[in-house]
């Protein structure tokens, strides 16, 4: 099948899963001797306009996943991608737990919206509430792995040997969300955690351009004029390093995950 544009479509707040759907779509294009169409949605404006993609376009489509799952808070604009029968590469990056119900998710809702999906992958990137877990990913060996995923998607396109939805390995109804505890097995709920400011914060208002969510005043950094969604945007882009969290529950949580999943996990793919 003739590709006519190739499109790196990504929700990337800290610049994760971008990095690894810019390679993917890279090293798709380049056999195709097509350009990279970025489509960058992290920022609020980004998401005010319907999406409307072509037949012949190929769309490596990325999102982090949290708390097992598609961000939710993306759900309402991701309903309003057009799809037009474009062929789509679902993609997540978790934090070195698991990618739970996220790809299937992800997949099953590009197909809804009009697209044909024709591989997807779950990969690993620095968890967004930790500087250790998975510290430093995606790294060259996880890049060594979307390279060779690109290489078998063209490969299978070339032939045209296109098989959609692209099947999985936990298919069947959507799970739960995935639900963090506490010592004693208590649920823990840190939807209204945010993050504190220390006082050598120069309030130059970065933090605020960087929001996805648009949810920091500009005018005072301190000051949150909407939900925080712990994408760890604020806090590992501040120039001074100004931010941090201190709430009892979102810390146990934090220290939980990086003492249960110290193993590397791999990234999965499927074709």
């Not at 490969?155 to 939805?165: A, E, K």
């Not at 505890?181 to 006082?199: A, C, E, F, S």
């Not at 960087?210 to 005043?217: D, E, K, L, Q, V």
């Not at 709430?247 to 990086?258: F, P, R, V």
Request: with cysteine; proline share 6%; hydrophobic share 35%.
């Amino acid at each position: 099948m003739e590709i006519q544009r190739v499109w790196a479509a990504y929700f990337s707040p800290t610049g994760t899963t971008e990095k690894v759907v810019s390679h993917i779509a890279g090293h798709l294009a380049k056999p195709m001797n097509c350009s990279v169409l970025p489509f960058d949605f992290t920022l609020p404006h980004a998401r005010q306009d319907r999406m409307r993609f072509q037949s012949r376009d190929l769309v490596v489509f990325g999102v982090p996943v949290y708390a097992g799952r598609v961000p939710n808070v993306l759900l309402k604009y991701l309903n309003t991608l057009e799809g037009n029968g474009a062929m789509a590469v679902p993609v997540v990056l978790f934090g070195n737990r698991n990618y739970d119900e996220a790809l299937k998710e992800l997949r099953n809702l590009l197909e809804l919206r009009g697209f044909q999906t024709v591989a997807a992958g779950a990969f690993v990137g620095e968890h967004s509430f930790s500087r250790t877990l998975g510290q430093g990913r995606p790294d060259a060996e996880d890049l060594s792995v979307a390279s060779e995923f690109a290489a078998r998607i063209f490969d299978t396109l070339d032939v045209g040997l296109i098989m959609s939805p692209v099947l999985l390995d936990n298919e069947g109804p959507l799970g739960e969300y995935y639900q963090p505890r506490d010592q004693d097995g208590n649920p823990i709920d840190i939807r209204k955690v945010r993050p504190k400011v220390r006082d050598h914060c120069s309030n130059c208002g970065y933090c605020a351009l960087m929001c996805p969510m648009g949810s920091i005043n500009p005018e005072n950094v301190r000051d949150f004029i909407g939900i925080c969604i712990k994408c760890g945007a604020c806090v590992k882009k501040c120039p001074v390093e100004a931010r941090y969290y201190d709430e009892e529950s979102y810390l146990y949580h934090k220290y939980d995950l990086e003492q249960t999943y110290t193993r590397r996990a791999e990234p999965v793919v499927f074709l």
